[in-house]
């Protein structure tokens, strides 16, 4: 069956500078002769339809409709394949960044042969012509939707290939014990030595320990990629909404506008180091504000539950009171930076601190660091953003090289392999026969397969691509 040729619109649906509809499949070309008139060829149809573009050159001309009408005034591009996005011929028109103008040229390619395309068709399409694998493919999404420069160059380097390359290097390891095994099962009569059994284990452990890496590395991933969510909680007149207000001052740029985010679901944002941070349930915080009244510890416990990390506030200058110590229990076990505010109205502040540390620990349970800030003059920002971020990253230094995982689906296949790996340890130690190890090995070989699509089904491709936006 011949490839169908796909159009859409590939530039945001709104008012814009200019706006680009393009096309990818067999006749882009002969659509384009059909639908778009270059300058030299004088306003001639007939000259258009025999033109002889240059690859990945820009033509000024006028795009038409199918009654000749003029649509508007446009560039063209026309990239053959191999040597395109899609690895298909495609063509690109520019046109001014009117709807109108994208719908009349979108219609104008579909009169002339092409059909619409399918959400995510383009990248589906490269990653059909072998132009990226699963995993770059999920990354252009990410690229597109990342909220922060971290997520986004995250996702720039997960598109490279970095993520990729490390699973089919792991890949390459289970295929060499594989070998090893198959090359075990080949001689049944032998005895198989010890030292063969642990040379394996030592193996297959070593592979374990890269993919339970990568696995971990999934929470960071997911926070640089969807933003970190976090609460402030504390009693009234703590100083909240000033912490609250200390973290938004830093660095308002994208506080608002953020297309596609609701001023309902997600309050406030900052980027904290390029990461994205989204503050939640701040309408409590306000509230207490005006009210002077308990938040509540029903409050509290819900902020716990929505957000990644919460931020304790307690006042410095004050005695703790019941209500502080029945939130540094509800911190128990939790991921929190307790904040002790207001240092400038403190006279003794060793002591104070001394003190305060030691009431923490016992409610806690544990030691916990208190970052010591004074909210109303900004003071131990660079502090409390350094304990946010070493939050995010668990406090490691990331090599330039190491690969974060960010998407959900690679995180699941990765600890499927990783359960399989840890199945196939154990039957080694029992000394069980080798074709049963085989058998989880080539498990754990084919769900790593699944994050870079080689041994993805149907399914898993149309969920994938589902999720991305039409002309991508
Ligand atoms: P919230 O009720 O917890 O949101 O507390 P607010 O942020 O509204 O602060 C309560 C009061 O404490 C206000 O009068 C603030 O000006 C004051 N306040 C907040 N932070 C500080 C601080 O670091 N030092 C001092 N001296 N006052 C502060």
Same mark, same amino acid.
């Not at 009234?236 to 100083?239: A, D, H, T």
């Given at each position: 069956m011949k490839e169908t040729t796909i159009a859409a619109?590939?530039?945001?649906y709104g008012e814009a500078g200019i706006g680009i509809v393009r096309m990818s499949g067999p006749d882009s070309l002969a659509v384009l002769r059909k639908v778009f008139v270059p300058h030299v060829c004088r306003k001639s149809r007939d000259a258009a339809a025999g033109f002889d573009y240059m690859p990945r050159h820009m033509y000024y001309g006028q795009a038409v409709a199918a009654d000749g009408s003029a649509i508007d005034e446009c560039l063209a591009v026309y990239m053959p394949g191999p040597y395109s996005y899609t690895g298909e011929d495609v063509v690109e028109l520019q046109c001014h960044g009117s709807v109108i103008s994208y719908k009349k040229i979108l219609s104008a390619f579909l009169d002339a042969g092409a059909v619409p395309a399918e959400r995510g068709e383009f990248t589906k399409r490269a990653f059909m012509k072998g132009k990226l694998d699963l995993a770059q493919a999920e990354a252009v999404i990410d690229l597109i939707k990342a909220r922060g420069t971290k997520g986004f160059e995250c996702a720039l380097d997960q598109y490279s290939g970095s993520l990729s390359e490390k699973v089919k290097s792991i890949r390459s390891g289970l295929m060499d014990v594989l070998v090893q095994l198959t090359v075990n099962m080949d001689y &049944? *009569? =032998? *005895?198989? =030595?010890q030292v063969v059994y642990t040379d394996l284990l030592n193996r297959i452990s070593l592979i374990d320990d890269e993919i339970l890496k990568l696995k971990d590395s999934s929470n960071e991933g997911r926070i640089l990629k969807e933003g970190l969510k976090v609460a402030i909680v504390g009693k009234?007149? !703590?100083?909240k909404s000033s912490v609250l207000n200390m973290l938004l001052g830093a660095d308002?740029?994208? !506080?608002? *506008? !953020? &297309?596609?985010?609701?001023r309902d679901t997600i309050e406030e944002q900052i980027a904290l180091r390029g990461i994205t941070v989204c503050f939640v349930d701040t309408a409590g915080i306000h509230e207490s504000d005006d009210k002077v009244e308990s938040i509540g510890i029903e409050r509290s416990k819900d902020a716990f539950n929505k957000a990644d990390l919460v931020l304790l506030v307690l006042d410095a200058s004050r005695e703790l009171e019941a209500e502080d110590r029945q939130l540094l229990e509800l911190s128990k076990g939790r991921p929190v930076i307790i904040i002790s505010n207001?240092?400038?109205?403190?006279?003794k502040p060793a002591e104070k601190e001394e003190k305060l540390a030691a009431a923490v620990e016992t409610l806690l349970g544990s030691k916990a660091d208190i970052v010591r800030i004074a909210a109303i003059r900004g003071e131990g920002l660079e502090l409390l953003e350094d304990k946010i971020e070493e939050f995010v990253t668990g406090g490691k230094v990331r090599r330039e090289d190491d690969v974060i995982v960010t998407n959900v689906r690679h995180a699941r296949l990765l600890e499927q392999a990783h359960a399989e790996l840890a199945q196939a340890a154990g039957m080694v130690k029992a000394g069980e026969a080798m074709d049963f190890v085989e058998v989880n090995i080539r498990s754990a070989f084919d769900f790593l397969g699944e994050i870079i699509g080689e041994t993805a089904g149907d399914e898993v491709l149309t969920e994938v691509f589902s999720r991305f936006c039409l002309g991508k």
């Open positions: 619109i590939s530039t945001a &049944p *009569d =032998e *005895d198989i =030595e009234p007149n !703590v100083g308002r740029s994208i !506080v608002t *506008d !953020v &297309p596609g985010t609701t207001k240092q400038d109205l403190i006279d």
